[in-house]
């Protein structure tokens, strides 16, 4: 990584922690580096398919009826994604946040 980012250790309960990486300009000025850095850390924090749609939700066999297995599975899946939305919105402007806030998964 470049001058200005850094990352620290990946824990398994622990996600990885991103102080330094630049924030989103409002002119998107600097796209290029911010996807770079942001996609470099979500990557080593093992976070990136929930942006690259890698990662995806468990769907149950019966939709009526989740064992616990797949219940276990789907509510860690939304915990990650909890995670990912808000190590993203840490990364923005906060009025582009508030203008995210309602949407569900990255």
Known sequence: MGSGTMATAVTDSHPITI???????????NWAIFTLCFQEVMQANQKWGHFDGSSTC??????NKPTNDEKAAMADWDHEESIVLYMLSQHLLDSTAVCLQNVTSV
């Open 58 to 63: 468990l769907i149950p066999a019966d939709a």
């Open 19 to 29: 102080p330094n990486i630049l924030r989103l300009e409002l002119s998107s000025a």
